[in-house]
Nanobody, 120 residues
Framework: VQLQASGGGLVQAGGSLRLSCAAS????????MAWFRQAPGKEREFVAA????????YYADSVKGRFTISRDNAKNTVYLQMNSLSPEDTAVYYC??????????????WGQGTLVTVSS
């Protein structure tokens, strides 16, 4: 499956952004979709994931209550709504696809990443 992430940019602290990730190539609803991020000098970390069809969601503690992951299987797209952003959220955000749910970065399919910069 091919993934194309978009929606990153520069935002002030306290602001919001919505990331999108469009999938193509295989049946989208067969895959758990997730977002990871990698800040400068740090390892890639799990942000959020959503199950294939029943809409169950999972979040890292650092974003719980501020970020919302959702998907539209008809549009082959997964979203990440990010609210109350802080400079600590600055990172390249990656979408990823895997047949099963995991919080580790062993997903076989990755988008190219979209940069989110939060200014203080």
């Amino acid at each position: 499956v091919q993934l194309q992430a978009s929606g990153g940019g520069l935002v002030q602290a306290g602001g919001s952004l919505r990331l999108s990730c469009a999938a193509s190539g295989r049946t989208f609803s067969n895959y758990v979709m997730a977002w990871f991020r990698q800040a400068p000098g740090k390892e890639r970390e799990f942000v959020a994931a959503i199950s294939r069809t029943d809409g169950n969601t999972y979040y890292a503690d650092s974003v719980k209550g501020r970020f919302t992951i959702s998907r539209d299987n008809a549009k082959n797209t997964v979203y990440l709504q990010m609210n109350s952003l802080s400079p600590e959220d600055t990172a390249v955000y990656y979408c990823a696809a895997n047949p099963v749910l995991t919080r580790s970065s062993v997903y076989p399919y990755w988008g190219q990443g979209t940069l989110v910069t939060v200014s203080s």
